[in-house]
């Protein structure tokens, strides 16, 4: 099974992901996971990620199909912020069959909200969105550079311009989902569309 998922940041994409990855054993792909690794290695390009990140504005394109070129294989995925862009959604298009879509929907206030208080784990990059200090696998918790107020607000406006026009794209598989409800309610109605899907 060929899973994407399409939303605001902060509207659980990753959340879900970890967890689809592990009931239906299939591979979690994060474009933001491998961006911040390279990000993190000081190299000259990791360097350049680094500062695009931070301001909250796009990758370009041929850095993350490269990425993802890499990663994919016929054995199933879960794609977590991949495509973000329309020519990044017809590039996928020509490699890979994609048996859902799921658009995991949130209003900005409530992203805005989510962001500021997130935390990510420095080890496995499990996210936690309230009140944990440390992680289940026992690293600490960190704030990202670009969940700060200005960096959440432009990542707002680009989702809206470059990411939000994949709905249409992807009109006829398409699948809504309230992200607003708990992580636990939203699982829920993945694995209700989910198992109505498979074959
Ligand atoms: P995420 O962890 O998915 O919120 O991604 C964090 C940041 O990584 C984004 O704000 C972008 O700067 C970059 N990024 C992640 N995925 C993509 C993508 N598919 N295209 C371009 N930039 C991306």
């Not at 394109?61 to 054995?75: G, Y």
């Not at 670009?146 to 470059?162: G, N, P, T």
Request: net charge positive.
């Amino acid at each position: 099974m060929n899973i994407i998922l399409i939303g605001p940041p902060g509207s659980g994409k990753g959340t879900q992901a970890v967890k689809i990855s592990e009931k239906y054993k299939i591979a979690h792909i994060s474009t933001g996971d491998l961006l911040r690794e390279i990000s993190k290695s000081g190299s000259e390009l990791g360097n350049r990620l680094k500062r695009i990140m931070t301001e909250g504005k796009l990758i370009p394109d041929d850095v993350v199909i490269n990425l993802i070129e890499q990663r994919i294989t016929d054995k199933g995925f879960v794609l977590d912020g991949f495509p973000r862009t329309l020519n990044q959604a017809k590039m996928l298009g020509k490699i890979a069959a994609i048996d859902a879509v799921l658009f995991f929907d949130l209003p900005d206030k409530e992203a805005v909200r989510r962001l500021s208080k997130r935390r990510q784990c420095r080890s496995c990059n499990r996210v936690y969105n309230e009140g944990a200090s440390k992680c289940v696998c026992g690293s600490q918790l960190y704030q990202r550079d670009d969940d700060k107020e200005e960096a959440i607000r432009e990542r707002l406006k680009v989702y809206q311009s470059e990411t939000k026009p994949l709905l249409q794209h992807y009109k006829s598989r398409m699948k809504r989902i309230d992200a607003s409800q708990s992580v636990e309610k939203v699982f829920k109605d993945v694995c209700g569309i989910l198992s109505s899907l498979r074959v």
